[in-house]
Each structure stands twice: as C-alpha cells, then as structure tokens.
C-alpha cells in the first residue's frame, strides 16, 4: 500500500503565490506518475490540475493552470511538489494528491489508484 499525505495549503491573496506538498509513504516502489487534482466548491471532484511521469521525465498540465503552476518531484524523498504562481480566485479548491502505478494517461483520474486527503488552498482578494 502506498500512503500520500498532503501539506502546504492555506489561505493567500490573489496573485500569490503557495507550494503544497505531497510525501509517499509505504510500498513507494510501484509509484511512477504522481499528479494533483483539485475539487473547487460547488463543483465535481478531481479537475486535473498537473501530473509528472517517473522520474520527472514528463510533466503535464491543465490549460487553466499552464504557466502559472509547476510540478516536481523528488523521488528521493518520495514527494511532489506543485509551485502555484499568480494564484486566482477560481483557483480555490481542495488539492488532492495521487500517485499512479504507470506513466501513461496521468490527466485521467482513473489511472489513479492512490490518493491523499486533500489540502485547502484559499485564494481571497
């Protein structure tokens, strides 16, 4: 089993910026593509948000949030890292971490077989 416990979330002004955090723990071995979804208030969960391959080979992001957020992973460490810049209103949401046991399809929920509790990024004016 693999654990993911999110940090790093809060409250922040528009146009700010937060990392959150996401550490692996357990059987870490059969982890290759981690990625953040996040669910926005009112909305649906697990809106694709970015995902990085094994290894950080490859990264991918949502429209919305290209240019703006970066994802990185230390795999020493068993953590990812999602850097949001020029943060905006419709920004606020539960980000959820996850962790896929391939690198193919990491946009998609449903590769997805570990997830975090998720952590609360606030954006105010």
């Known amino acids: 089993q693999v654990r993911l416990v999110e940090s790093g979330g809060g409250p922040v002004q528009a146009g700010g910026s937060l990392r959150v955090s996401c550490t692996a723990s357990?059987?870490?071995?059969?982890?290759?593509?981690m990625g953040w979804f996040r669910q926005a208030p009112g909305k649906e969960r697990d809106e694709f948000v970015a995902?990085?391959?094994?290894?950080?080979?490859?990264?991918y992001y949502a429209d919305s949030v290209r240019g703006r957020f970066t994802i990185s992973r230390d795999d020493v460490g068993n953590t990812v890292y999602l850097q949001m810049n020029s943060l905006k209103l419709e920004d606020t949401a539960a980000y959820y971490c996850?962790?896929?046991?391939?690198?193919?399809?990491?946009?998609?929920?449903?590769?997805?077989?570990?997830w975090g509790q998720g952590t609360q990024v606030t954006v105010s004016q």
């Open positions: 357990g059987h870490t071995f059969i982890i290759q593509g």
């Open positions: 996850a962790a896929s046991g391939s690198s193919i399809g990491l946009a998609n929920r449903d590769r997805y077989r570990y």
């Open positions: 995902a990085v391959s094994s290894r950080g080979g490859a990264t």
